[in-house]
Structures are given as C-alpha cells and as structure tokens.
C-alpha cells in the first residue's frame, strides 16, 4: 500500500514539475518580441508526438515543444553570421512574416519592376539561375553596408503583375525579401519668384537661430541630402558642399528643390542657413528633368548607403512615399550607427495616411507652420509628427543665383536638420534618440496644449536645444506602430 502511494505521489510530482516548466516557457515564448527568436527551431508534429531536433539558441530545456511565436528556420539554411551578429536565416525568416507584395490600390510604385535582397555569400550562378527561373531582366544591383546584403533591381518583361511576382520570388528559398520599387516625391508646394534675397527671413526669428548660431555654426557636421541636383555653384552654398553622389544615370542637372533644401541648411550668402557652418553630403536621388520629381527605392537606398559610407551625422529626407520595408531596415540600420534621420511629414493634407519615411520609428518627422505659428493647411497630421518649423512662403535659393519663394514641410525638415548639426557641434555624441527627446522638451507648445497630431511637441527653438545641459525626457513619448504577426 506504502508503495502505491509513493508511486502515486512521485508522479503527481512530475506531472506538477512538468506543468510548472509548460507554463513558465509559455510565458517567455507569450512575452518575447517575434523578431527577436533568434536561432529557435520548432519541432515537428510526428505520429509519436513532438519530435525532429529540439530547440536551439535560447536555452530552453530539451524535449519541451516550442509553440510557433517567431520564424520557423528550414533544413539546410545557412548561417553565416550577419551583421551585428544576427544569422542571415534569421534576417529571411523575420522578413517573410509579412509579405512585401503591394496593396491593391497601390500605385506609388514603378509598374515593371521588383527589388530583391539576396545574402552576398550567393554566388553569380545562383542568382544567374534566379533571374531565369523568375523571367525576369536584370537591370541593376549593389551590395548596401547598411543592410549587409546585396539588392537587385529587376524589370518584368511581360504582363504580370508586380504583386505576382513579388509573391513567387518569396517563395524562393534564395531571396531574402521582395518587394516593389516605390516611387517617393519631393514636397514642395506652388512657388513665387523673388528677384533677389531678403534677410529678414522670419524664420531664422522664429527658431531663434541668431542666438544659437552665437554658439554653434554645424562646423565639421556633415549633414546628407537625399533630394535632386543641388547647385553647387549658388552664391549661398559656396564652398559648403563637401562631396557629391549621383546615383542616377541621367546627366545631372540643378534643380530647385536640392538647391532649395541645401540652402535652408547651410546658406551663408544674402540667406542665413539654419547650420551655416555644416558641410554638405550632396546625394542626388530624385530626377528632376520629368514633368514630377520622383525618386525610387533603389536609388533612395543606395543613397541612405553612401551617406552612411560617408561620414553623415545627419540624413535629411524632404520627400515623402509608402511604407518600405527595404527602406526601413536600412534607416533601423543608420539609426543604430548613430546617424540622425529627418524627414518631410509630407503635405497630402490632413486626410492622408501616414507618410514615410516620415512615419518611420527611426525617423523625426517635421511639420510646417507659417509666420503666425498657424499649421501649413497641406501639412500631413499624425501621431508621428515631432516637431514643427516655418515651411510656409520661405524665401529659398534656386539654381543659376536665383531666389524664390516656396512653402513645403521639406523646408521644416530642412531647418530642423540645421538644427540637429548645431546640437551635434555642441555635443558630438549624442545619439539619435536622445537628439529627439530634446527637440521635443525645448519646443514651443502650439496648438492643443502638450504634444498633438497637427504639430507635435510644438515649434523648434534652435537655441533652447543648445542650452539643454542633458535631454530630458519629452512629456509624451513618441507611440510606436507594431505589426502584429498574429502570435506572441
């Protein structure tokens, strides 16, 4: 009887054990961010029960099944390393979660062709083999720092779909990510002709950016700018850009908007940039020959790289698109290097959906206000905006020694990138995050009291970010998106 009852009590025991462990992994695996299962494998449903290899990385005890909560690696994947230490299986498999087929009603994007990221341990023959298998012509690739990976820009020779094909390449084990090749604008609003300067630009006021020019200029800042030709030869750019990248085939050619953008950077002429002192990173991404400025994935990429490449501090963004998923690992990527990115909230106006990389997480989005502190009516709204500078009627520079005047939030995010070189001359090491949480605690409160949809924490001030001893925490934290991939 005494035997009994131990046998009984002993296994009572174990099943209490058992069920304790079930638990306290279920509430790692519910708790854990799907992205970050790095290296968990889950094992295969048998007609014996779970079984097929065990679970690897996270030292979850052997023979326990893992439910599904991240990417399933399959047989035969390699790992080899990636950058930051995450395995390249790991990368394809957290890309597949979501596919990057484009939406329906979509048609931000190039009609005829696809972007893919391939592992660069993928050899010619392989890819050769991809590009067949596919129909597909090849028409561009690079290997990207940013990313660690190599990106191929391919045209569909026939009639099928961009989505369709999108599909079928994610299904190859070969291809790392697919998707589109977006199309991004400039924003840029109507402009006036100006026959020359004016130095009362009320801008420079409205930052108070005399006072902060007192203690810093952006000298040995350099801040990159992703937009069209820039005029070099502009009387208020003279000698502030530092290199150039062009990263279109088409003969280069000046273009207001760059021109523009530059200038409200760095003018030091009859114009006063907000970083008079920043040297320029010139990148030309968008072709302003056609009758819109437009600018695609690929060469918005290839861009974002060579700033990184090159010594950016700061990334100015004034053009605004679809959500990309490519674009986002690479600006996740800047961000961690410590670069600080700034984009145009765009100017759809307030019924728009979010824009990017505006909207991105990595990202301060700026919106535009006139000379009464009142919101630019075409000015996007969202809970991404961070903060707000003049965009309204700017006097800007334009090519060939002209000046006009513009309104835009590509102009905001222009003079909030000035303003993030003064505080980086100030204080060369301070992160992006922390460059953020200053902004939005010095900003001048506009609109709804605290931080709103229409101007974020408020307007710039340019001086009250210098003066800031350390960043203090913003009274209301940027809330951050996530894509629920249906399990946690």
């Given at each position: 009887?005494?035997a009994?009852?131990?046998?009984?009590?002993?296994?009572?025991?174990?099943?209490?054990?058992?069920?304790?462990a079930?638990?306290?992994?279920?509430?790692?695996?519910?708790?854990?961010?799907?992205?970050?299962?790095?290296?968990?494998?889950?094992?295969?449903?048998?007609?014996?029960?779970?079984?097929?290899?065990?679970?690897?990385?996270?030292?979850?005890?052997?023979?326990?099944?893992?439910?599904?909560?991240?990417?399933?690696?399959?047989?035969?994947?390699?790992?080899?390393?990636?950058?930051?230490?995450?395995?390249?299986?790991?990368?394809?498999?957290?890309?597949r979660?979501?596919?990057?087929?484009?939406?329906?009603?979509?048609?931000r994007?190039?009609?005829?062709?696809?972007?893919?990221?391939?592992?660069?341990?993928?050899?010619?023959?392989?890819?050769?083999?991809?590009?067949?298998r596919?129909?597909?012509?090849r028409?561009?690739?690079?290997?990207?720092?940013?990313?660690?990976t190599?990106?191929?820009?391919?045209r569909?020779?026939?009639?099928?779909?961009?989505?369709s094909v999108?599909?079928?390449?994610?299904?190859?084990?070969?291809?790392?990510?697919a998707?589109?090749?977006?199309?991004?604008?400039?924003?840029?609003?109507e402009?006036?002709?100006?026959?020359?300067?004016?130095?009362?630009?009320?801008?420079?006021?409205?930052?108070?950016?005399?006072?902060?020019?007192?203690l810093?200029?952006?000298?040995?800042?350099?801040?990159?700018?992703?937009?069209?030709?820039?005029?070099?030869?502009?009387?208020?750019?003279a000698g502030?850009?530092?290199?150039?990248?062009?990263?279109?085939?088409?003969?280069?050619?000046?273009?207001?908007?760059?021109?523009?953008?530059?200038?409200?950077?760095?003018?030091?002429?009859?114009?006063?940039?907000?970083?008079?002192?920043?040297?320029?990173?010139?990148i030309?991404?968008?072709?302003?020959?056609?009758?819109?400025?437009?600018?695609?994935?690929?060469n918005?990429?290839?861009?974002?790289?060579?700033?990184?490449a090159?010594?950016?501090?700061?990334?100015?963004?004034s053009?605004?698109?679809?959500?990309?998923?490519?674009?986002?690992?690479s600006?996740?990527?800047?961000?961690?290097?410590?670069?600080?990115?700034?984009?145009?909230?765009?100017?759809?106006?307030?019924?728009?959906?979010?824009?990017?990389?505006?909207?991105?997480?990595?990202?301060?989005a700026?919106?535009?206000?006139?000379?009464e502190?009142?919101?630019?009516?075409?000015?996007?709204r969202?809970?991404?905006?961070a903060?707000?500078?003049?965009g309204?009627?700017?006097?800007?520079?334009?090519p060939?020694?002209?000046?006009?005047?513009?309104?835009?939030t590509?102009?905001?995010?222009?003079?909030?990138?000035?303003?993030?070189?003064?505080?980086?001359?100030?204080?060369?090491?301070?992160?992006?995050?922390?460059?953020?949480?200053?902004?939005?605690?010095?900003?001048?409160?506009?609109?709804?009291?605290?931080?709103?949809?229409?101007?974020?924490?408020?307007?710039a001030?340019?001086?009250?970010a210098?003066?800031?001893?350390?960043?203090?925490?913003?009274a209301?934290?940027?809330?951050?998106?996530?894509?629920?991939?249906?399990?946690?």
């Open positions: 009887m005494r009994h009852h131990s046998v009984r009590l002993l296994a009572a025991i174990a099943a209490l054990t058992l069920a304790t079930d638990a306290a992994f279920a509430q790692r695996a519910s708790s854990r961010d799907p992205s970050s299962n790095i290296g968990v494998r889950a094992p295969q449903r048998g007609n014996g029960g779970y079984h097929g290899g065990g679970i690897y990385g996270r030292g979850y005890p052997s023979g326990y099944f893992a439910p599904r909560v991240g990417p399933v690696f399959e047989e035969g994947e390699i790992d080899d390393g990636g950058p930051q230490g995450i395995s390249r299986r790991t990368q394809r498999s957290a890309r979660a979501s596919s990057g087929a484009p939406a329906a009603n979509e048609r994007l190039v009609p005829d062709e696809v972007v893919i990221e391939v592992a660069n341990a993928v050899s010619p023959q392989q890819i050769d083999a991809l590009q067949r596919h129909r597909l012509t028409v561009e690739s690079q290997t990207f720092q940013l990313s660690g190599t990106l191929f820009r391919w569909i020779p026939d009639r099928r779909s961009v989505a999108v599909r079928a390449l994610e299904a190859d084990r070969l291809v790392a990510s998707q589109p090749n977006y199309l991004f604008t400039l924003q840029q609003d402009a006036k002709a100006a026959s020359e300067g004016d130095a009362a630009q009320y801008a420079l006021a409205k930052l108070r950016l005399p006072q902060a020019h007192a810093a200029k952006g000298d040995k800042v350099p801040v990159a700018v992703i937009d069209s030709g820039i005029d070099a030869n502009h009387p208020e750019l502030a850009i530092a290199e150039s990248y062009d990263t279109l085939t088409a003969p280069m050619a000046p273009h207001k908007h760059g021109t523009a953008i530059a200038g409200l950077i760095a003018a030091h002429g009859k114009l006063m940039g907000a970083a008079p002192g920043a040297p320029i990173l010139a030309r991404a968008f072709d302003g020959t056609g009758a819109s400025v437009e600018g695609t994935t690929f918005i990429l290839k861009g974002l790289d060579w700033a990184a090159h010594g950016a501090r700061v990334i100015n963004m053009f605004a698109g679809p959500s990309d998923p490519a674009i986002h690992r600006l996740a990527a800047a961000h961690k290097k410590g670069i600080v990115l700034v984009a145009a909230a765009g100017n759809a106006g307030p019924k728009s959906p979010p824009l990017y990389p505006a909207a991105d997480p990595n990202v301060i700026v919106t535009a206000t006139d000379a502190d009142k919101l630019f009516p075409q000015s996007n969202g809970r991404y905006i903060v707000a500078a003049p309204a009627q700017i006097l800007v520079a334009i060939d020694g002209g000046y006009e005047v513009a309104s835009g590509s102009y905001s995010a222009a003079e909030v990138s000035g303003i993030v070189a003064l505080m980086l001359e100030r204080n060369r090491d301070l992160p992006p995050d922390k460059v953020r949480d200053i902004l939005l605690a010095t900003a001048k409160d506009l609109g709804p009291k605290g931080r709103d949809i229409l101007f974020g924490a408020g307007l001030d340019a001086y009250g210098l003066m800031a001893e350390q960043a203090p925490m913003a209301a934290p940027r809330p951050v998106e996530r894509v629920s991939t249906g399990a946690r």
